[in-house]
């Protein structure tokens, strides 16, 4: 099972809508999750850190679940720049952040 | 404030041919790391570096070198160029450890022929 697994889509949201998806790790023990934007041929940007508790940042909400072992990201009222791939990352230790292939996302006017 | 630097940003070499993808930071971040990311494959750690002369493997070291000897740069190698390594390569930094926002370079294209 690979360490982060992203479903790599696309995504196609209606301009407006809300989408969501999810970021499944595999090593119960990890300590931090982050959502990384990156644009076509660009790189990666942070876009928020994920905490325990959850946090939202404008339109854009992350959510953990330790339980299930999943982190999601959630984009209402979706925007055309909205369009981009977005990375989950996750921190096992030992200097090691290690990516998904990313949800890419195509919002549709 | 230039962040971080990388050159070339695009590169043809010969299968065989040894390289040094540049990469520079302005911001005295001790973490530097490099990344490739290939179609379907995400991002993979090459190589990281927690300071100056320390060094150490990630995912996907072979085939790679690296060494930090000052704290802005830390140059990846490649020693003998195969087709397998064509890729996208990014660096990233950050202040304390991993744990923290990573910042990327803007990436190299390199194609081996």
């Known amino acids: 099972r690979k360490e982060v697994e992203q479903d790599p889509g696309p995504f196609n949201v209606p301009e407006g809508a809300t989408v969501a998806f999810n970021c499944t790790y595999s090593n119960s023990a990890s300590q931090s999750f982050f959502w990384y934007r990156q644009d076509c041929r660009k790189e990666p940007k942070l876009l928020m850190s994920v905490y325990s508790s959850g946090n939202e940042d404008g339109r854009f909400t992350a959510q953990l679940n330790r339980a299930s072992q999943y982190i999601s990201l959630l984009i209402r009222d979706s925007k055309l720049s909205d369009s981009a791939t977005y990375l989950c990352a996750v921190y096992y230790g030992n200097n090691r952040l290690a990516f998904g292939k990313g949800n890419q996302v195509v919002v549709i006017p | 404030n230039a962040g971080v630097t990388q050159t070339p940003k695009f590169q043809v070499l010969k299968t065989g041919q040894s390289m040094t993808l540049q990469c520079a930071q302005d911001?005295?971040?001790?973490?530097m790391s490099w990344y490739r990311q290939d179609p379907g494959m995400g991002l993979r750690l090459i190589h990281y570096s927690v300071g100056a002369g320390i060094t150490d493997q990630g995912e996907v070291p072979n085939g790679y070198n690296v060494s930090r000897s000052t704290t802005e740069d830390f140059p990846l190698r490649l020693l003998s160029a195969a087709p397998s390594q064509t890729s996208v390569y990014f660096c990233a930094s950050s202040s304390g450890t991993v744990n923290e926002k990573l910042f990327f370079g803007s990436g190299t294209q390199l194609s081996v022929l």
């Open positions: 911001m005295n971040h001790e973490y």
